[in-house]
C-alpha cells in the first residue's frame, strides 16, 4: 500500500487550499482515508476521516467548516478542502489509511503518508 499527500504549500490568511491523497495498493477491499495534521511543537491531531461509503467524520469540533473531506472512489483520492485559513493551521498536513470500514484513532491507521507541508504566513 502507497500513500501519497500532495497539495501543500504557502499560502496567506484566509485564502484554500485543496489537499490530495493518493492510495493505492488495496485492491478491491474497503479502506478508511485520515486526514491528520502537526504543527510545530505540537502533537498531531486528527481532522476528518471518509470510509468507502463516502460517510465522513470529523475528529475535532473546532475544525468544522473550515475543512471538508471528500472521496473519489474511481480515482482512489481523497480531497481534504481547507478554507479561511489561518496561522496557526500552518504544519505538516498526513493522510492515512486503514482497512475496514469505520474511523477510528491514530494508531490503528497502519499506512501514513509522508506528509505535505502548509505554511500561513502574509
Known amino acids: 500500500v502507497q500513500i501519497v499527500e500532495s497539495g501543500g504549500g504557502l499560502v496567506q490568511p484566509g485564502g484554500s487550499l485543496r489537499l490530495s491523497c493518493t492510495a493505492s495498493?488495496?485492491?478491491?477491499?474497503?479502506?478508511?482515508i485520515g486526514w491528520f495534521r502537526q504543527a510545530p511543537g505540537k502533537e498531531r491531531e486528527g481532522i476528518s476521516c471518509?470510509?468507502?461509503?463516502?460517510?465522513?467524520?470529523d475528529y475535532v469540533d473546532s475544525l468544522k467548516g473550515r475543512f471538508t473531506i471528500s472521496r473519489d472512489n474511481s480515482k482512489n483520492t481523497v480531497t481534504l478542502q481547507v478554507d479561511s485559513l489561518k496561522s496557526e493551521d500552518s504544519g505538516v498536513y498526513y493522510c492515512?489509511?486503514?482497512?475496514?470500514?469505520?474511523?477510528?484513532?491514530?494508531?490503528?491507521?497502519?499506512?501514513w503518508g509522508q506528509g505535505t507541508q502548509v505554511t500561513v504566513s502574509p
Open positions: 492515512a489509511a486503514r482497512h475496514g470500514r469505520f474511523c477510528t484513532n491514530q494508531p490503528r491507521y497502519d499506512y
Open positions: 495498493g488495496f485492491q478491491s477491499d474497503p479502506y478508511v
Open positions: 471518509i470510509l468507502n461509503s463516502g460517510v465522513k467524520s
